[in-house]
């Protein structure tokens, strides 16, 4: 081979290796670039309740419809509430929170956890249906006051609260719900 076989050799050498350069920084800068678009459209999937499932055992303030901040760690969470376990200085009892209280919340970290369970899926009213048959004393709080006693019915969307000292009961829709707290 002459040396101009060998010149014209390592040109056309020096050309595939551009162009195999070219197409490595293409398909990476198409790579760079999809990833801020899978980013987008997974968070586009999360739910309120995932975040929260990325910080069981965390502690969170949770701002509530009527303004109020309860603070508590993550104990248990289901597509439509959130239960917390009361820190100091807040009552330290247990507090059920309808999903659709909150207004905002500290301490979420940025991640999510997707449901892995059928539990996670429990509904408001079963959980309610919990306290009823237990017979736990509950403070019930809406955006119109405060009522204490014990869960008496659960329906589709609403439940009864029978009042302590036989004052008869009183019918809270599930729409009304601010928090459902043990009683002290």
């Known amino acids: 081979m002459t040396s101009l076989d060998q010149a014209g050799s390592a040109r056309w050498s020096a050309l595939f290796g551009d162009l195999e350069a070219q197409a490595r920084a293409r398909s990476a800068a198409e790579a760079d670039a999809l990833v801020p ?80 369970s059928r539990r996670d899926a429990l509904r408001l009213g079963p959980a309610l249906r919990t306290l009823q048959r237990d017979r736990v004393r509950v403070t019930v709080r809406t955006l119109g006051g405060t009522v204490s006693g014990r869960v008496a019915r659960v329906g589709r969307d609403h439940l009864d609260v029978d009042l302590l000292d036989d004052r008869g009961a009183r019918l809270v829709p599930f729409s009304a719900l601010l928090v459902v707290s043990e009683a002290p």
């Open 37 to 116: 678009e899978l980013t987008r459209a997974e968070h586009a999937t999360m739910t309120v309740a995932d975040r929260f499932r990325a910080v069981v055992g965390g502690a969170v303030t949770v701002e509530l419809l009527d303004g109020t901040p309860l603070r508590g760690v993550v104990r248990e969470v289901a597509d439509e509430w959130v239960l917390l376990q009361g820190v100091r200085p807040e009552p330290t009892g247990q507090h059920l929170v309808p999903l659709d209280a909150v207004v905002g919340v500290l301490g979420l970290a940025r991640q999510a956890a997707s449901a892995t």
